[in-house]
C-alpha cells in the first residue's frame, strides 16, 4: 500500500523554502548595505583629504644652477673625476685638476619627463648635458649605450653627478693624493676584500692568492653625498670603477641598491674596498710631542 504524501508535508516543505529564500534576500541586502557603507566612508575620507595643487609642487622645483665637478680634457670635453682616460679622445687625464662646473637647470627629466625636485639624485651627459634621475639616465646608457638626446656613445661610468645644493667647496686643508687598500688580486685581474673567498667577477677561489697593497687615487667627493673625503675617515672603494665614498654611506647605497652607483656592477657590501683613515697632520710636518 502506497501512502500519499498529506497536505501538511507539502505546507512544510513551502515553508522552508519561504524561509531559505528569506534568509538569502537578507545576506545581499546586508552586503549591498555594507558596501554602500564602505564607499560613502571612503568619499567622506577623499573629501576630508588635502590635495597639494601642482602649482605649489612646481615651487619645490629645481630653480637653481646646477654643480658638476669634472676634469675638463684637452679636447674641451667634460669627464667624471673616476675616470683616468677621456671618453672623447681617450688622453689620459691624470695630470689634470678637478673643476667645478655650473649648468642652468632642467625642469624635467629626459628620460622619463617627470618635474626634478630638489632631493632627486640627478645626474647630466657628458655630450650634450643633458639632465635627468640617477637611476633612469644610467639604466638607458647601459641599455643603449648612447646618450638619449644627441646619441653619442658613453658609458653609466661616464655620467657627471649633479651636486646636492647643500655641498660644501674642499677645504684647503690636506688631503691625501692615493688610497692604500690591502686587497686578493684574482688570477683575472680583479682586486678583492680580503675576507672574501671568492672573486667576485670570474667567482674563483682565492684560497692560494697572497695578500698584496694597491693604491688607488683618491677623488675630492664622496659617491653618495657629495660631501668632501677628509684623511681622518674610512673610505670605501668600488672593485671595478674605484669610486669612493664614506663608508657608511656607500655600504648603505649598496644595501638598498645592489650594484654600484657609477658603474652599475652588481656587487653585495663584501666586496667593497676599505682604505685605512691618514693621520690629520700633513705629512711633511711632525706631530708635536
Known amino acids: 500500500m502506497i501512502l500519499q504524501p498529506s497536505y501538511l508535508y507539502y505546507q512544510t516543505i513551502a515553508l522552508m523554502i519561504i524561509i531559505v529564500v528569506v534568509i538569502i534576500v537578507g545576506v545581499c541586502l546586508a552586503i549591498a548595505q555594507a558596501c554602500s557603507s564602505e564607499q560613502k566612508r571612503g568619499e567622506r575620507k577623499a573629501r576630508s583629504t588635502t590635495v597639494t595643487p601642482p602649482a605649489q609642487r612646481q615651487q619645490r622645483q629645481i630653480l637653481s644652477e646646477q654643480r658638476v665637478m669634472a676634469i675638463t680634457c684637452e679636447c674641451g670635453k667634460l669627464n667624471n673625476t673616476s675616470e683616468k682616460e677621456c671618453w672623447g679622445c681617450n688622453k689620459p687625464l691624470a695630470s689634470l685638476e678637478h673643476q667645478l662646473h655650473t649648468f642652468d637647470p632642467s625642469s624635467r627629466c629626459s628620460i622619463c619627463a617627470y618635474y626634478l625636485f630638489s632631493g632627486d639624485h640627478l645626474v647630466i651627459t657628458p655630450c650634450c648635458f643633458?639632465?635627468?634621475?640617477?637611476?633612469?639616465?644610467?639604466?638607458?646608457?647601459?641599455?643603449?649605450?648612447?646618450?638619449?638626446?644627441?646619441?653619442?656613445?658613453?658609458?653609466?661610468?661616464?655620467?657627471?653627478?649633479?651636486?646636492?645644493?647643500?655641498?660644501?667647496?674642499?677645504?684647503?686643508?690636506?688631503?691625501?693624493?692615493?688610497?692604500?687598500?690591502?686587497?686578493?688580486?684574482?688570477?683575472?685581474?680583479?682586486?678583492?676584500?680580503?675576507?672574501?673567498?671568492?672573486?667576485?667577477?670570474?667567482?674563483?677561489?682565492?684560497?692560494?692568492?697572497?695578500?698584496?697593497?694597491?693604491?688607488?687615487?683618491?677623488?675630492?667627493?664622496?659617491?653618495?653625498?657629495?660631501?668632501?673625503?677628509?684623511?681622518?675617515?674610512?673610505?670605501?672603494?668600488?672593485?671595478?670603477?674605484?669610486?669612493?665614498?664614506?663608508?657608511?654611506?656607500?655600504?648603505?647605497?649598496?644595501?638598498?641598491?645592489?650594484?654600484?652607483?657609477?658603474?652599475?656592477?652588481?656587487?653585495?657590501?663584501?666586496?667593497?674596498?676599505?682604505?685605512?683613515?691618514h693621520t690629520t697632520h700633513h705629512p711633511r710636518q711632525q706631530p708635536r710631542r
Open 130 to 277: 643633458s639632465q635627468g634621475h640617477t637611476e633612469h639616465l644610467q639604466d638607458w646608457v647601459r641599455a643603449k649605450g648612447s646618450c638619449p638626446s644627441c646619441e653619442a656613445s658613453i658609458k653609466p661610468a661616464h655620467l657627471l653627478r649633479v651636486l646636492p645644493p647643500d655641498w660644501r667647496p674642499p677645504s684647503r686643508r690636506w688631503k691625501p693624493l692615493e688610497q692604500k687598500v690591502v686587497v686578493l688580486v684574482c688570477e683575472c685581474g680583479k682586486a678583492n676584500n680580503p675576507t672574501e673567498t671568492t672573486c667576485w667577477s670570474c667567482a674563483k677561489a682565492l684560497s692560494a692568492v697572497k695578500r698584496e697593497t694597491q693604491i688607488v687615487k683618491s677623488t675630492p667627493s664622496c659617491v653618495a653625498c657629495g660631501y668632501e673625503l677628509t684623511p681622518s675617515e674610512l673610505i670605501a672603494i668600488c672593485p671595478n670603477c674605484h669610486c669612493q665614498g664614506h663608508k657608511t654611506h656607500l655600504l648603505a647605497l649598496i644595501k638598498a641598491k645592489g650594484k654600484c652607483p657609477t658603474c652599475g656592477q652588481r656587487l653585495r657590501t663584501s666586496h667593497l674596498l676599505v682604505s685605512k683613515p
